[in-house]
């Protein structure tokens, strides 16, 4: 295996760094070599984070027995890293790429094109499944990748329908894959490890908290061209990977419905804001079809 590689693994598994200063790390130490020889006062001063945070970071860098856990963790589960040919092209693009991705399921998944992320409320309307169906089946029939989060709602719907008819579908956790959220889930989760592909960006033993929600959803963005929402309130977590999208330079896309249904009233928002309106799946491959030509030569 690449020794680069193996460092990289072992080093990101240590405490006390988060992702951006572990950014910044491998831009001043690429082959991470440098970091082993250096004390905890250089890596204070280096990466600027506390000397407490510095001493447990070296004392991990250091601790033989924490290593060798590391490899047999690491050799239970394929583990994509920011270094491999495999890593997602789409994700290497945004500005805070995960560094390490678990994966359970066809990693051949990770560049597929075109792709497309959907995204919505964890508490959809009555026609919210039938409304789905309709723009990601024709989709899912041209080979379209469908990406999502496999929360309640609107993400398991995608998952779902992509499933149904025999597509392609990748699930981003919040968590490690050894804490399925929500539980209600844990045959969605078994299904797409099975047909499809499952990422994490949390070791196996990681429960989900609130923060990475927000994280997770920068990773579902970034793996895409564009951002389908289906239905969302005005202020929501599905906003938030809005707006991330939107950073990373993603189209993004709003299915519209009654003015009545508060459900709808986030993505009618986006829609005044500038978000295409999608009335039928040819909305979004005319854009795709566009873009390869003029941007990714796909």
Known sequence: MNPIRNRLIHVYH?????????????????????????????????LSIPFDKATSFYKDLHDSRRFEKIKQAVSSLPIITIYDSIYPAFLKTISDPPIILYA????????????????????????????????????????????????????????????????????VLGGGFEHIYPKQNIHLFRQISRKGLVLSEYSPSV?????????????????????????????SGTMITVDQALEQGREVYALPGSPLDPQTKGCHQMIQEGAKLVIGSEDITEDWNRLRINVYNL
């Open 104 to 171: 359970n399921g066809n990693v051949s998944l990770l560049n597929h094109t075109p792709s497309i992320s959907v995204i919505g409320t964890r508490n959809p309307s009555r026609d919210a499944f039938s409304k789905m169906e309709y723009i990601i089946r024709p989709l899912v029939d041209n080979n379209w990748l469908i990406v999502s989060g496999m929360a309640k709602g609107i993400d398991s719907y995608a998952h779902q329908i992509a499933l149904k008819y025999g597509g392609h579908t990748i699930a």
């Open 207 to 235: 429960a989900p908290q609130k923060y990475h929600f927000p994280e997770r959803n920068r990773i579902i963005s970034g793996l895409s061209f564009g951002t389908l929402v289906v239905e969302a309130k005005e202020r």
């Open 14 to 46: 240590c405490r006390g760094i988060s992702r951006r200063k572990f950014h910044t790390l491998i831009q001043h130490d690429s082959d991470l070599k440098e970091i082993y020889t250096l004390t905890p006062t250089d890596i204070s001063h280096r």
